[in-house]
């Protein structure tokens, strides 16, 4: 019995081989390159991943997730700090939520990817906070 040497791309139609390729994966602004085995054309097209191929992605994808609560939970602090305000004043001001940056700090929620950014300027430029409160 011989073993499979390639396959069709299924929606390509091109001939796939076993190899590895390095990925690029990114989440919520954290890239990171990652070695994967799977089916792959010669000219460097997309592949096809089978069974515990994807593992790698999926264990660089749960790493990146960690790393942007740790991120989130020390910027909410650290706004928090170089401004002054409350959690809930945060919330409600940065928000809408009252308790969201009570959650972010906690580490049981992440904010969305424009508030994220929102407080990422609010860190390198605190007195921002006082144009929010007038716009």
Do not use: C
Not at 51 to 69: I, Q, R, W
């Amino acid at each position: 019995m011989s073993s499979i040497k390639t396959m069709v791309h299924p929606e390509t139609g091109a001939t796939l081989r076993r190899s590895r390729s390095i990925e690029t994966v990114t989440y919520m602004g954290i890239s990171k390159q990652v070695e994967i085995e799977g089916w792959f054309p010669d000219d460097g097209g997309d592949g096809v991943l089978i069974g515990e191929d994807s593992a790698p992605l999926d264990a660089v994808l749960a790493e990146m997730k960690l790393e942007y609560l740790k991120r989130t939970q020390a910027l909410a602090k650290s706004i928090r700090a170089s401004t002054g305000l409350t959690q809930r004043d945060a919330s409600l001001l940065l928000t809408g939520s009252p308790n969201s940056f009570s959650k972010y700090e906690r580490g049981v929620a992440q904010p969305s990817w424009p508030t994220y950014l929102l407080m990422k300027l609010i860190d390198r430029d605190p007195a921002l906070i006082n144009t929010i409160r007038t716009a």
